[in-house]
Every structure is written in structure tokens, then in C-alpha cells.
């Protein structure tokens, strides 16, 4: 008892000694531990293990593999945001939509990267990065019965939907996977809750496309941008029937995944505009040819032009590809041989006549010698640029260039970018730029400038063209 009572003194003391005297006692301060997304925890977890984690649907645009490579909007995106942030990229595919964001409630994946509407119910744990393009909800409908036969598109147009209050009593048929993606609510008021609308289990929205066009099914809901890709392959479909509003297509991410978000809608906001990110919005969505590989069916190759064994034997031991050869004839002269520019440049490669003296062709030349002359200006300008610019992939860029405005408003753009901290052996966003900036007086003026003044504007497009047509050239025809 004597115990227990000195016991009860001695705490009263102590409890006394901390009120009569503040500051002499300090209880342990209850840390506040933070969930693994605030402040950036995920990014950060991202750059340590050096990986990015994204999943998609298995929507072949999005993801598929050609000759062994992985491709795909959706993998060229989330590879070129990787790349940015300097880390890998493994991508994991998953049919369910609904199943994809369970993976990234539960941590398992860091990022979305597929059609995923911002109307979802899930909101309100997940957050949508600022979007990569805007699309909208199409009916995917096959024309009518012997339409190339028609006397003209009024009779065509006028046996579609293009109302959907036309669509009562009718069944359209969706995947059961993508059910709750689809805006549905135009169709139903349209038709007083009429319109049939059936989920199917198992099936992806592609080959829902494809039954329409087999006449498998009537009708199907996608997105404008995969139906008019499909529509390109699959010529009796229709899909020029809106079904809803404008709609973002965006990644999505962890609510609270906030320096992870903040980065991904900063790297799109210096993209956006960028040739990059039209590239590839064109390659898979405008592109029949990417349509056709990304459905896994096999290109008749047909060739390129009437020229192509000629661009081959002219190009000899050249490291220069046919196919490129071939897109900038293209875009010289859309492969005539007898067009003369308002400049004087003549023929396929649209050589100047000094130009073409120099390198044994004249207005006369048969196609052979045009093209010959022509390969003979690459080879040369590719040799003088071998130096500057050692990487031979980056030096095409310069070539083309050149090709286009003459080798010396290069090396002026090139003596700028060194002056100015940028990269003289790279083109885009560097010598490209200060090509651009020879129209302007404090750059045209500067004394590494020998050349004066110029507008590069031109030169800028015809890179960026060559490029492009030379990437279709590439699906279209083998090395």
C-alpha cells in the first residue's frame, strides 16, 4: 500500500513539474507519414527504379508488334515520355478498361494510357493528364449494297444514319468490356430508349469494326479516330455519324500522383505542337498502310513510282535508302520528269540548270540521267556535311535541307547554334531554329553570318515532309 502510494505521489509531482515549468518536457513528435503519391512520391519512385509502368488496351493502333517491334501510338507516346524522363518503358496490355484501373488503384501500374472518357464513374480516384488529342464517339455502319454502282453520293448518303432517331428498333452491339466507355445518352433520348444497344463479351472494339464490315452485325459504336483508321482498310464502312460531343483522350494517373502529373502535362505542353506528336498521330490514324500492319494483314507491295529500279541502281554503294531517294522526288516533283518550277529547276529532282551542268544532266536528260544527277548532289552534299554533322541519321536531316536552299544558309544556321549554346550537329529544335531565325535582323546581321538573309520556313517544311512520306514509304516497300 506504502508502494502504490508513493507511486501516485510521484507521478503527480512530475505531471506538477511539467505545468509550473513549460518546455521542460517534450512528448514525441507523432510524424505525419505521408501516402506514397503525395508530393511526388510516384515520380520519384519512377526515376529510382528507372522504370515506367503504363498498361493499355489491346486495341491494335494503341500497341502491336511489326517485325518484331513493339509499335503503336500509345507505346510510341509512352516510349517518348520515358525517354524524356530517362528511364525504361514496360507496357502491359489489358482488354478491360475497368480491370486497368483497378491495376492502377492498386499500385501496380503508374500510368493509363488508352481511350479512357473523363465522364467515368472511377474519377474520383484517378486524374487525367492534360489530353494528347481530341476525339468524339462515331456509329460504324456498313454502305449501302452495291454503292460504288450508285449515280452519286446524295443516293449513297441518303441509305445511312445520319440521324439517330433513325436508329429506333435498331440493335447496335459494343463490347461488354468497353460498355461504360460509351456515351450513350444522345442515342437513347434520340430514340425514346428504343435503340437495342447490346454488350457483347469477349470482343474488342476492332473486331466489332470488323464484323460490321464482314455483315457480321448492323451497327457499332467507336472512336472517330480508330473507326476512320479501320475505314481506311475496310472500304463498305461508314463512320461519319457523331454520336457524342468532342471528347479528350488523355493518360490517366493516381489521384495524388501530383509531380507525376505536373510532369507528363509540361512535356505535353512543349510537344503539343510539335512535329513529333503529329507524326505519329498521322502515321497510325491517318496512315492506311500503318492500319493494315497494326491489323496484322499483309501488304501487296506495288511499288513506289515508275522509277524505282532507277533511284536503286543510281544510289550504287550509297548508305542512302531508295525509299528516301524516292520521297524527296516525291516532294520535288511528284515524280514527273517534265515539270519545270517558275524558278527554272526542272525534272524529277528539280535541279537547278547550273546545278544540274555540274553534275552531268540538262533540261534534256532522260529520267535515268535526272535521277543520276540528282544522287550525285546528295552524295556530294552528304560528303561535305560529314564532319559537322558525324551521326549519318541526323546528317540526312542537314542534307535535305541543303537539297532544298543551298549548303551555305546551313553552315550560316549552324554557326548560329554554336554561337547561341545549341547543338550545330543537330537539326531539329537547334539548327533548324536558327535557319528560322536568318529572317530576322539580329541573327541575319551577326558576323558568322555570310550568307544574309533568308526564310527557312520553306526548308523547314520540306525536311519535315521528306521525313514523313519516307516513313510511309518504308511500310510500303522492302529496302
Known amino acids: 500500500m506504502r508502494n502504490l502510494i508513493f507511486t501516485r505521489f510521484s507521478a503527480f509531482i512530475v505531471l506538477l513539474f511539467i505545468i509550473l515549468v513549460p518546455g521542460s ?19 520519384n519512385d519512377i526515376l529510382r527504379r528507372g522504370k515506367l509502368v503504363a498498361i493499355t488496351d489491346n486495341n491494335p493502333l494503341n500497341y502491336f508488334t511489326y517485325k518484331g517491334e513493339p509499335k503503336g501510338y500509345q507505346y510510341d507516346m509512352l516510349q517518348s515520355f520515358a525517354t524524356h524522363l530517362g528511364v525504361e518503358l514496360e507496357l502491359i496490355s489489358e482488354p478491360d478498361p475497368h480491370k486497368a484501373m483497378l491495376y492502377l488503384k492498386q499500385r501496380q501500374v503508374d500510368i493509363i494510357a488508352m481511350e479512357l472518357p473523363a465522364t467515368i464513374p472511377q474519377r474520383n480516384y484517378i486524374s487525367f493528364a492534360d489530353p494528347l ?67 457483347i463479351s469477349d470482343v474488342s472494339q476492332v473486331e466489332m469494326i470488323e464484323a460490321v464490315a464482314a455483315g457480321e452485325i448492323e451497327y457499332t459504336l467507336a472512336y472517330e479516330h480508330i473507326a476512320k483508321a479501320l475505314s481506311s482498310v475496310y472500304n463498305d464502312i461508314d463512320v461519319n455519324t457523331p454520336t457524342s460531343p468532342d471528347m ?80 524527296l522526288i516525291y516532294k520535288e516533283s511528284r515524280f514527273r520528269a517534265d515539270v519545270v518550277s517558275h524558278r527554272g529547276a526542272f525534272g524529277l529532282m528539280q535541279l537547278m540548270p547550273h546545278t544540274a551542268r ?25 560528303k561535305m556535311f560529314q564532319k559537322s554533322v558525324p551521326d549519318p541519321a541526323e546528317r540526312v536531316k542537314f542534307v535535305l535541307a541543303a537539297y532544298n536552299i543551298g549548303q551555305a544558309h546551313i553552315i550560316d544556321a549552324q554557326k548560329l547554334a554554336a554561337k547561341h549554346g545549341k547543338n550545330p550537329h543537330v537539326w531539329y529544335d ?3 531554329y536558327f535557319l528560322l531565325a536568318k529572317s530576322k535582323p539580329e541573327f541575319y546581321n551577326d558576323p558568322v553570318v555570310k550568307h544574309g538573309k533568308v526564310k527557312g520556313v520553306e526548308t523547314q517544311r520540306f525536311v519535315r515532309d521528306v521525313l514523313d512520306k519516307y516513313e510511309h514509304y518504308k511500310t510500303l516497300a522492302a529496302k
Open 25 to 43: 518536457f517534450t512528448l514525441p513528435r507523432q510524424h505525419n507519414f505521408l501516402g506514397h503519391d503525395d508530393k511526388g512520391g510516384l515520380l
Open 133 to 199: 488529342f481530341v476525339s468524339k464517339q462515331v456509329l460504324v455502319q456498313r454502305k449501302p449494297e452495291g454503292w460504288r454502282r450508285m449515280p452519286d453520293s446524295k443516293t449513297v448518303e441518303s441509305k445511312l444514319v445520319r440521324n439517330l432517331s433513325n436508329l429506333s428498333g435498331k440493335t447496335i452491339e459494343i463490347p461488354l468490356q468497353n460498355q461504360k466507355q460509351y456515351y450513350l445518352a444522345d442515342i437513347q433520348h434520340s430514340t425514346l430508349n428504343t435503340a437495342n444497344l447490346t454488350a
Open 248 to 327: 479528350e483522350i488523355s493518360w490517366a494517373v493516381r489521384k495524388g500522383a501530383v509531380n507525376l502529373l505536373n510532369e507528363i502535362n509540361q512535356w505535353i505542353g512543349s510537344k503539343k505542337d510539335s512535329r513529333e506528336f503529329a507524326s505519329l498521330y498521322d502515321r497510325y490514324y491517318s496512315n492506311p498502310r500503318w492500319a493494315s500492319l497494326a491489323l496484322g494483314h499483309k501488304l501487296n507491295y506495288s511499288g513506289i513510282s515508275d522509277y524505282d529500279e532507277l533511284i536503286k541502281n543510281s544510289l550504287n554503294s550509297s548508305h542512302w535508302d531508295w525509299r528516301l531517294v524516292s520521297a
Open 358 to 382: 555540274r553534275f552531268g544532266a540538262d533540261i534534256n536528260s532522260s529520267p535515268a540521267e535526272q535521277i543520276a544527277a540528282g544522287v550525285k548532289l546528295i552524295q556530294h552534299l552528304d
Open 430 to 432: 537547334n539548327v533548324e
